[in-house]
């Protein structure tokens, strides 16, 4: 279980962000590395690395959630094992000591809060995002480029799990009957009543019993591709029913929206929140698992 903390002072600003002037600054700089996450829903028809390949920013690579993944699994971008990430993160020629900037196309940063997770998972220490992605870079007027960006390969090794932020159906099954801990559903709300049909096929409609919904769009802030502030987010909580002093379990389709709310509550200083990984897709597929749909 993740141990509750005293709740943080908070201030009007957010840790493990970086905006596009510093990055700018920083371009091409010894051990600064940028990673573009761009990830796209399967009903938006876009693919990542061709979206990457048309334009992007200097020097970035790109980090693909599909690819860096577990490949023995059918679920999607599934956290893979920490030999497979390090061998993956190598090739993408980044290094121990690097200082990691994520961004995506800013749709809310929801992939490259994902990929934030993923290296925090993996102890990386030091990762951020880009406040407002692509979009507040190209709104900004800073330069872009296309093709493709290859690093020379590095050895990357990792020491230490950060196992605290992961939580697999076994937990789920255990939270179930102990109500320990709030489980945060950030698909919409059609969605997650039932009401609307999911994008994958073969997936049970409905929601974890016990669950809240907090549809990841409400994280949102004016419609804004640039994150939003603490106090807007605290207030969505309170509204929402969800207490961040306690121990959360963020949840959504696939693991990725569910990263948006793990990552806000990081970077305002609290270390009450994981992510299921296998989300809706495992639980909604499987033979095993209650589901509910009732409307609260």
Partial sequence: MLNEKIQ???????DFVEECSWVDNHIGGESFVLLDCRYFLPTEGKKGIKEYKKEHIPTASFFDIDSICDPDTDLPHMLPTREFFSEQIG?????????????DGGNGSMAAMRVFWMFQVFGHKSVSILNGGLAEWKKMKYQTVSGEEKREREKYKIEKLNLNIVKNIDDIFRNIKTRELQVVDARSQGRFYGKEPEPRSGIKQGHIPGSINLPFAKLYENNSAKLSSPSYIMSVLNKGGIDPKKPIISSCGSGVTAAVLFFYLKAMGYD?????????????????????????
């Fill in 8 to 14: 943080p002072d908070i201030g009007e600003k957010l």
């Fill in 91 to 103: 090739l993408l020629g980044i290094k121990n000591g690097d200082y990691i900037i994520c961004y």
């Fill in 272 to 296: 009450t929140v994981s992510i299921y990984d296998g989300s809706w897709t495992e639980w909604g597929s499987r033979p095993d698992t209650k589901i509910s749909s009732e409307v609260k």
